[in-house]
């Protein structure tokens, strides 16, 4: 088992800059990947980004690729999110996701993803 938690989330003006990190516990040793999703009111959890733990290959959504990036911590099994030039609809709660499947077939997938944090609520407002 493996737990998750979020850290960061906070309220920001268009255009500013925000950290977020994920914290992970457990039996961590049979990670695959690790990714993060939002949802918003109203909305389906979507995918952010995500990043494999042994090579750290990266993989972006288009709404968020070239802004955001994502990093990881393999000793400490911590995993970041830069959210850079932040946009109204960027808006949401962020999910902290761990992959413990080798056979994944896509990252961006949310049901291929085993465990989940509470969620770190970001918002982005004049």
């Known amino acids: 088992q493996v737990q998750l938690v979020e850290s960061g989330g906070g309220l920001v003006q268009p255009g500013d800059s925000l950290r977020l990190s994920c914290g992970a516990s457990g039996r961590t040793f049979s990670t695959y990947a690790m990714g993060w999703f939002r949802q918003a009111p109203g909305k389906e959890r979507e995918f952010v980004a995500a990043i494999t733990w042994s090579r750290g290959n990266t993989f972006y959504a288009d709404s968020v690729k070239g802004r955001f990036t994502i990093s990881r911590d393999n000793a400490n099994y911590t995993m970041n999110l830069q959210m850079n030039s932040l946009k109204p609809e960027d808006t949401a709660v962020y999910y902290c996701?761990?992959?413990?499947?080798?056979?994944?077939?896509?990252?961006?997938?949310?049901?291929?993803?085993?465990?989940w944090g509470q969620g770190t609520q970001v918002t982005v407002s004049s």
């Open positions: 996701a761990a992959d413990l499947r080798y056979g994944t077939t896509s990252v961006s997938n949310l049901y291929e993803y085993d465990y």
